[in-house]
């Protein structure tokens, strides 16, 4: 176990041996005692009132020491065997149950003195039948549980209101039967003893007490007497001096304060004002402790002042008296003014020192944050180290004046590891102190974290919605190579797709094996894009697609037919597509029979076209028949066909008159300048005007039927 100036507080051990031996003792005890004389002193060998005193045999531990007895007389009865705790709240027996061993002995109080002060006395009772005592045994306070007793609140409750802190009970006549009665009732609570039948008034007293504190008690054991030493342990290096030790009495002015041979007091931490052994100093006084010895080594500081004990403070054997292993219980009858002790212990230890090493490896070394050690060395050898972010460097931190022997042990609890490196530690690391010193060391190793991609694709364009299967291939390297799948008919909008755990460093390429392009729809894709994957991060790669309807285009088809084809002058068929096409499609004059065609490509779909003649070909050859204006719209990827026909017919010749004014057929004119042939002459040609005026101006207006009839 480490040491150090602050250890727990503990109570010192008592150099009592042969308290284990309690029950063997009390057996041996109570045996002995079966058939006492009367008025014989059984537990106890003490002298009267009057009595010489057996010289005390004390120690530095020693508070109080036995005088003799006080108030009280010789008192018989039984009790069980040794060992048998007392249940406190059965009846008081009428006399002793069978199978108790007889016991007559002395009942009352007995008289201690304070070890600094034999003046300063105190009345105790007995509270353990079966072991003795004798006057001149040195005693210590302790506690209840120490003292190894059964039911002693209801022992501190009789004490609180019986003889001598009262005058009770008052039925007795004198102090000896009221100091015999309670110490009757307390042996009854704490070995079970009974007086013997009878009617005497002691026995029905000691019964009307036992009853008391059955109905009444128990109570809580009372404080201890305030003398202390905090804290109650110090160190300090072999050489320096521990503590400092605050020494304090309550209510008491002055404190004696003491050490072995060996050690020295002061009352600064340099050591350079000295306290006299066994001297008395004020309540409150801070002391160092000093050793001579150059090896690790401890001892004890004592402080002893009269100071207010309160009544129920039990005291037990100090461990003094040569071939005593045991000593009868105490316990303080009424609170009075007595010796107090506290103790503490200075210690000394040898001191070494600890090279605490941090080492870095890893490709990450530099991008690490903060870094703590936690060095532990024991209890006050606390240390921590701060290493900066970024140290890409061994590091080196030294503690001094740890005691030898300690364990040190280096921790890690803040290893830098981020956002962008992990971080493995091999803390945590131990090395024992010696005088030579210690060492440990403690590596890192600082790796880049994986990154990830993320990989976007935006959809846009009328014809988002109409395109095919798009597949996006992502290859990183040989770490990856998948690709990301847009189903076809997927609609306008952004999809995305994560690759995590990627090394950090790696490129990654992003390309379009299937744009999603058909017939219908053309798509425009981004270019292919790089990326490199950073440490702890995401990167992004951005890719998009432009959908649009694919372009249709048109067929015009001009069929040229009848028995005039090929007498037929220009036929011009325009073409009007809007802002997307204006074009004219001309068959020459002359053109025979037959079918003849233009075509039109890259007409964005949705278009409508309008198909017309501007000209027929109609003259005074022939007459064309066109059939009428034809409009079409454009699909996507499709031909849209337009079919127009011209039935072209030769229009008949008209006969001219033939000399003479005869008209072929005519039968001849009987007599000259006949009326009637004057008459139909002039007809004929004024209808041939008028034909003749007709046609022209059918033919400009793009009339489709012309000639003469």
Do not use: H
Not at 25 to 36: D, T
Not at 112 to 141: F, H, K, W
Not at 268 to 288: E, H, K, L, M, Y
Not at 657 to 676: I, Q
């Amino acid at each position: 176990m480490n040491r150090s100036p602050f250890r727990a507080a503990a109570r010192a051990p008592r150099r009592n041996p042969g308290r284990g031996l309690l029950p063997v003792l009390g057996a041996l005890a109570a045996a002995a005692l079966i058939v006492l004389p009367l008025g014989q002193a059984a537990q106890a060998n003490i002298p009267d009132e009057g009595a010489p005193i057996a010289e005390p045999i004390t120690g530095p531990n020693t508070e109080i020491y036995l005088s003799n007895t006080g108030d009280g007389q010789n008192v018989t009865g039984g009790r069980p065997a040794t060992g048998t705790t007392q249940d406190p709240t059965a009846a008081y027996p009428d006399a002793p149950p069978a199978g108790y061993t007889g016991v007559s002995t002395f009942a009352g109080t007995i008289i201690t003195r304070a070890v600094s002060d034999p003046s300063l006395t105190a009345e105790m009772y007995c509270i353990n039948l079966g072991v003795q005592t004798a006057s001149g045994v040195g005693y210590e306070s302790g506690t209840w549980d120490e003292s190894n007793v059964s039911n002693i609140g209801y022992v501190t409750y009789i004490l609180n209101n019986y003889f001598p802190t009262t005058g009770a009970p008052a039925s007795l006549g004198s102090d000896d039967e009221r100091a015999a009665a309670v110490q009757a009732a307390i042996w009854y609570f704490t070995d079970g003893f009974v007086l013997s039948a009878g009617t005497s008034a002691v026995r029905t007293a000691a019964a009307a007490i036992v009853a008391d504190a059955q109905t009444n008690g128990p109570v809580v054991e009372p404080p201890a007497p305030e003398v202390s030493i905090a804290p109650p342990t110090a160190s300090a290096p072999v050489g320096a001096a521990a503590g400092p030790f605050t020494v304090t009495a309550e209510n008491a002015a002055q404190v004696t304060v003491s050490v072995p041979a060996g050690y020295a007091m002061f009352a600064d931490a340099g050591a350079t004002q000295p306290i006299a052994n066994d001297s008395a100093v004020a309540s409150g006084t801070q002391i160092w402790v000093t050793s001579t010895s150059t090896v690790a080594n401890e001892t004890t500081l004592r402080a002893r002042a009269v100071v207010t004990v309160q009544r129920g403070q039990v005291y037990l054997y100090d461990g003094n008296t040569p071939g005593r292993t045991d000593a009868q219980r105490l316990i303080l009858a009424d609170t009075t003014e007595l010796d107090a002790l506290a103790e503490a212990t200075p210690s000394f230890f040898a001191t070494g020192g600890l090279t605490v090493n941090k080492a870095f490896a890893g490709d990450g070394v530099g991008s690490q944050g903060a870094i703590q050690l936690s060095i532990d060395c024991g209890e006050g050898y606390v240390f921590t180290a701060d290493i900066a972010a970024g140290a890409d460097t061994a590091q080196e931190f030294t503690y001094s004046g740890i005691p030898v022997d300690n364990t040190c042990t280096v921790t890690e609890p803040t290893t830098g590891a981020n956002t962008v490196v992990d971080v493995t530690t091999d803390a945590p690391q131990s090395a024992t102190v010696t005088s030579a010193g210690a060492s440990v060391t403690v590596t890192n190793t600082v790796t880049f974290l994986p990154g990830s991609l993320l990989v976007t694709k935006a959809l846009s364009g009328a014809a988002a919605g109409q395109q095919g299967e798009i597949v996006i291939d992502v290859v990183c390297g040989d770490v990856l190579d998948e690709s990301f799948v847009i189903p076809a008919g997927s609609v306008a909008g952004e999809y995305s797709q994560t690759y995590g755990d990627l090394p950090a460093g790696t490129e990654c390429e992003i390309s379009e094996s299937s744009t999603g392009a058909t017939e219908q729809v053309q798509v425009t894709p981004s270019e292919t894009v790089t990326v490199e994957i950073e440490p702890g991060a995401e990167v992004t790669a951005a890719v998009s697609n432009e959908v649009t309807f694919a372009p249709g285009s048109l067929l015009v088809t001009k069929v040229l037919s009848g028995a005039g084809a090929g007498q037929q002058g220009d036929i011009v068929i325009d073409i009007d597509c809007g802002e997307a096409l204006t074009d004219s499609f001309v068959i020459p004059a002359g053109t025979a029979a037959g079918e003849y065609t233009r075509a039109s490509g890259e007409i964005p779909a949705g278009t409508e076209c309008e198909i017309s003649e501007s000209s027929t070909g109609a003259n005074q050859q022939v007459r064309v028949v066109a059939s009428e204006a034809v409009t079409v719209a454009i699909e996507a990827g499709v031909v849209a066909e337009a079919t127009l026909t011209n039935d072209v017919t030769v229009i008949p010749p008209v006969t001219p008159p033939r000399p003479g004014g005869t008209v072929p057929g005519a039968l001849p004119a009987t007599g000259a300048g006949s009326p009637t042939s004057v008459f139909l002459v002039g007809g004929a040609v004024l209808a041939l005007g008028l034909v003749m005026v007709g046609a022209a101006y059918r033919a400009r207006r793009g009339v489709t039927e012309t000639g003469t009839d």
